[in-house]
């Protein structure tokens, strides 16, 4: 069975430190790996994807993340962190010609001052 | 603004009732999907439409059904309501599936009391 799993249900760093928010899928092909995040009271934004080439991807808001296949990660990451990005995270997987994307439980990230 | 639109915003309505939501795609998107968000469940997926077709069926119960219309805009019918069927019910739009980003509407929110 197809999954997406994020092992932290929230993550809490200081201003202008990196931050990490973990992903890891189990699927039985090659995978497409997308990252959303979701602000209070809105819909999801989509913030990058990994579909071949370079492992790493960059994406908006100075987001960027590493597909590792080995260790079936794609954790999201950013060099310093803002409190403007206090959201809440969604890694989100599918396949090629397969319809079903699977989400993630997502990741509460707090950026305190 | 994502340019996926959904109506209404809010909903509240009583037990056993029947409600309909409604969305329209972003320009040029064939694919819609709804999901739904709860507090305790997360985002779950509820199904798929391309182009006027079926797609794809997740954990939709027999009381829901959707239906995509030929100028694409998508209709998500939910009957005998129960409480626990309170919920954000969102839509999104994609170019086509696979590896194809999802842009998400701003969601409809539904109290059954």
């Known amino acids: 069975a197809q999954s997406v799993a994020q092992p932290e249900d929230q993550v809490n760093v200081a201003e202008g430190n990196p931050l990490t928010v973990k992903c890891t899928y189990s699927?039985?092909?090659?995978?497409?790996l997308f990252w959303y995040v979701q602000y209070p009271n809105r819909g999801l934004q989509f913030l990058l994807k990994?579909?071949?080439?370079?492992?790493l991807v960059k994406g908006s808001y100075g987001f960027e993340a590493e597909f590792n296949k080995s260790q079936t990660s794609f954790h999201l990451k950013k060099p310093s962190a803002l409190v403007s990005d206090s959201a809440l995270y969604f890694c989100?997987?599918?396949?090629?010609?397969?319809?079903?994307?699977?989400f993630g439980s997502g990741t509460k990230l707090n950026v305190k001052p | 603004d994502s340019g996926v639109t959904q109506t209404p915003k809010h909903l509240i309505t009583a037990t056993g009732q029947r409600v309909t939501l409604r969305c329209s795609p972003r320009?040029?998107?064939?694919?819609v999907y709804w999901y739904q968000q709860s507090l305790d469940q997360g985002l779950q997926f509820l199904i798929q439409?391309?182009?006027?077709?079926?797609?794809a069926k997740g954990n939709i119960l027999e009381r829901f059904s959707a239906q995509q219309f030929p100028d694409l805009h998508s209709e998500l019918n939910l009957s005998s309501l129960e409480l626990g069927d309170s919920a954000l019910y969102f839509c999104?739009?994609?170019?086509?599936?696979?590896?194809?980003?999802?842009?998400f509407g701003p969601g409809t929110r539904l109290t059954v009391t």
């Open positions: 990994y579909i071949t080439g370079d492992n």
């Open positions: 999104a739009s994609s170019r086509s599936t696979g590896s194809y980003e999802q842009y």
């Open positions: 439409y391309y182009n006027g077709e079926e797609r």
């Open positions: 989100a997987v599918s396949l090629y010609n397969f319809n079903k994307f699977y």
């Open positions: 699927v039985s092909g090659n995978p497409y």
């Open positions: 320009s040029g998107d064939l694919s």
